[in-house]
C-alpha cells in the first residue's frame, strides 16, 4: 500500500486546513487508517483513526471538536478536517493504514506509512 499525505500549509491561529491521505494498492475498505504527527523535538503522536468502513473514529483529546476525520472509499482516501489551528498544532502530519478487522491498534501495528504534510500555525 502506498500512502500520500497533503494539504498541509502555513497558516494563521483559528484557520482550518483539509489534509488528504490517498492510498493504492490495496482494498481501501479493508485499512484502519490513521492520522499521526511529530512536532519538532518532540515524539510522534497519535491525532486520529477511523475503520474501514467510516463507522468508527477515535480522536486524541486535545483535538476532539476540531478536528474530524473521514473517509471516501470510491476515492481511496481519506481525510483530516483541522479547524481552529493553534500553534500547539504545528507538525508533520503522517497517515498510516492497516489491513485488519480490528478497530483499536496502536501506532506500532500499523503496516503502511505515507510521507508527511507540514502543518504550521502562526499565532
Known amino acids: 500500500v502506498q500512502l500520500q499525505a497533503s494539504g498541509g500549509g502555513l497558516v494563521q491561529a483559528g484557520d482550518s486546513l483539509r489534509l488528504s491521505c490517498a492510498a493504492s494498492g490495496r482494498p481501501f475498505s479493508n485499512l484502519v487508517v490513521g492520522w499521526f504527527r511529530q512536532a519538532p523535538g518532540k515524539e510522534r503522536e497519535f491525532v486520529a483513526r477511523?475503520?474501514?468502513?467510516?463507522?468508527?473514529?477515535t480522536y486524541r483529546d486535545s483535538v476532539k471538536g476540531r478536528f474530524t476525520i473521514s473517509r471516501d472509499n470510491a476515492k481511496n482516501t481519506v481525510y483530516l478536517q483541522v479547524n481552529s489551528l493553534i500553534p500547539e498544532d504545528t507538525a508533520v502530519y503522517y497517515c498510516?493504514?492497516?489491513?485488519?478487522?480490528?478497530?483499536?491498534?496502536?501506532?506500532?501495528?500499523?503496516?503502511?506509512w505515507g510521507k508527511g504534510t507540514q502543518v504550521t500555525v502562526s499565532s
Open positions: 477511523i475503520s474501514g468502513d467510516g463507522k468508527k473514529t
Open positions: 498510516a493504514a492497516k489491513s485488519t478487522r480490528f478497530f483499536h491498534i496502536t501506532a506500532s501495528d500499523y503496516d503502511y
